[in-house]
């Protein structure tokens, strides 16, 4: 099983980034799936979460209105489309799927918000 996310770089305040999380080894599409990040000398924290179909998201009050997760299960792949970015949403990024009670993550993706 492999979880790989992709997409994290350098961008200004005010920008805009797409992470995208690609799993390989199973089918995800009847599982949930998410989003969190951990900041330099902090916890890591869920940022967003999406239902096995992409029915039903939900977001951390920081990014609500401002991010946006979706998936294609066809694909594998779940996303996080990120806008109007602050520097607090700097940090390295993970996606996660539980499968048989077992939480698989990636190996992260670097955001920086920076000028």
């Known amino acids: 099983v492999h979880v790989v996310e992709s997409g994290g770089g350098l961008v200004q305040p005010g920008g805009s980034l797409r992470l995208s999380c690609t799993v390989s080894?199973?089918?995800?599409?009847?599982?949930?799936m998410s989003w969190y990040r951990q900041a330099p000398g902090k916890e890591r924290e869920l940022v967003a979460t999406?239902?096995?179909?992409?029915?039903?998201?939900d977001y951390a009050d920081s990014v609500k209105g401002r991010f946006t997760i979706s998936r294609d299960n066809a694909k594998n792949t779940m996303y996080l489309q990120m806008n109007s970015l602050k520097p607090e949403d700097t940090a390295v990024y993970y996606c996660?799927?539980?499968?048989?009670?077992?939480?698989?993550w990636g190996q992260g993706t670097q955001v920086t918000v920076s000028s």
């Open positions: 996660s799927v539980v499968r048989f009670a077992v939480r698989r």
């Open positions: 999406i239902s096995a179909t992409g029915g039903i998201t």
């Open positions: 080894g199973f089918t995800v599409s009847a599982y949930i």
